[in-house]
């Protein structure tokens, strides 16, 4: 059994892209992740990986663009407003058809805000801060194993479709500190492997050979009929994503439930833990953790109401954005409340635990 080390969500992620093969990083500092990119720093080095800190956001995002397109395990980092100056970037790879992971430890807002915790990116995370018809795979990790675990996941998602894939945390996963076990390091010759499965599109020298093959990647097409088939294409690949990528995590869900909680990342630790105490006093509340806040756990949702559900409560580090797509699993069922805190404020058991009892 391997050793569990105790680390920062920020480095245990990080530690965790090095073994997954990840060996480029381009990133720029910016609270609350930055002990990502000082563990990136010292660490890429060891294992003959590039890391850049880039002059900006902007073009830390083009850096990831370039390595991407040439085959390469490729990551970046970097908190709400720092995401946000990513965006154009980010819808360009994925017009491309480019793999990518993008962590994005997020902290009050809207504007430069505060460093404070939050999760009040969701919208742009799930919904495309960035321009035209795309999507990015989003997952959203609440303890510091599963952020680790998550990182070689991503890598995974990114490879099988093509697509950048999100790690969606806070600054409270990124600064916790919690007991992690480490997937083993993946070889060289592992490393090499996986990038060579690129070989069919990637960018590559122009040199006489059969597996030699200079490859376009590009995501801009003048002609609008050819645009149009291009983003049917990619509508077709999410669907992909749709069907075969939703996870989620049932806390207590049972045909008896009075309330159904839906909540993820931080905010499910604090409503699971008020669960808790709401079953030792009797009363019967379930959870659904949307894992995959995109894709989004809509039928899970939907199919854990009973005839005995009153309500359906959502929990959020924001003003309620995720409501909307619990609002539409419940396609109007049950009514849907909401508690939120803004600013980087997390809620407490006790407030949650009231909320509850509101409706019970």
């Given amino acids: 059994?391997?050793?569990?080390?105790?680390?920062?969500?920020?480095?245990?992620?990080?530690?965790?892209?090095?073994?997954?093969?990840?060996?480029?990083?381009?990133?720029?500092?910016?609270?609350?992740?930055?002990?990502?990119?000082?563990?990136?720093?010292?660490?890429?080095?060891?294992v003959k990986g590039t890391f850049i800190q880039a002059e900006s956001e902007v073009a830390a995002i083009n850096m990831v663009y370039g390595a991407s397109g040439c085959g390469r395990r490729v990551m970046t980092s970097s908190s709400s407003p720092?995401?946000?100056?990513?965006?154009?970037?980010?819808?360009y790879i994925a017009g491309a058809k480019l793999p990518a992971v993008v962590v994005n430890i997020q902290r009050g807002g809207p504007g430069l805000g505060d460093i404070q915790p939050s999760q009040a990116d969701y919208f742009q995370a799930t919904k495309g801060g960035g321009h035209g018809d795309y999507r990015l795979i989003v997952l959203a990790p609440n303890s510091v194993q599963e952020f680790a675990d998550m990182a070689s996941e991503a890598f995974d998602l990114a490879d099988k479709y093509r697509n950048p894939v999100m790690l969606l945390a806070d600054g409270l996963l990124g600064q916790m500190m919690e007991p992690v076990e480490f997937k083993p390091a993946k070889t060289e010759e592992e490393i090499e492997k996986l990038n060579k499965q690129h070989y069919d599109w990637c960018m590559r020298t122009n040199e006489d050979g059969d597996d030699r093959h200079h490859h376009e990647i590009n995501s801009l097409e003048l002609d609008p009929n050819v645009?149009?088939?291009?983003?049917?294409?990619?509508?077709?690949?999410?669907?992909?994503?749709?069907?075969?990528?939703v996870r989620y995590e049932k806390i207590n869900v049972k045909d008896d439930n009075e309330i159904l909680c839906v909540a993820y990342g931080t905010a499910s630790r604090i409503v699971k833990s008020a669960i808790t105490e709401l079953q030792k006093e009797g009363h019967s509340v379930g959870l659904v953790r949307p894992i995959t806040v995109w894709p989004y756990p809509s039928e899970?949702?939907?199919?854990?109401?009973?005839?005995?559900?009153?309500?359906?409560?959502?929990?959020?580090?924001?003003?309620?954005?995720?409501?909307?797509d619990v609002k539409l699993a419940v396609n109007g069922k049950l009514p849907v409340d909401f508690l939120g805190r803004a600013g980087g404020i997390v809620f407490t058991p006790d407030e949650v635990i009231a909320k509850i009892k509101e409706s019970l």
């Fill in 1 to 46: 059994m391997a050793q569990k080390v105790l680390m920062k969500g920020n480095e245990a992620v990080a530690e965790a892209a090095i073994r997954a093969g990840c060996r480029l990083y381009f990133a720029y500092p910016i609270t609350p992740q930055s002990e990502l990119i000082e563990y990136m720093a010292k660490m890429m080095p060891k």
């Fill in 82 to 91: 720092g995401i946000s100056l990513k965006m154009e970037g980010l819808s």
């Fill in 227 to 245: 645009l149009e088939k291009h983003v049917l294409s990619l509508h077709e690949k999410y669907k992909d994503i749709q069907k075969n990528e």
């Fill in 300 to 324: 899970v949702i939907a199919n854990s109401i009973t005839k005995k559900t009153k309500k359906v409560i959502v929990f959020e580090l924001s003003l309620g954005q995720m409501v909307e």
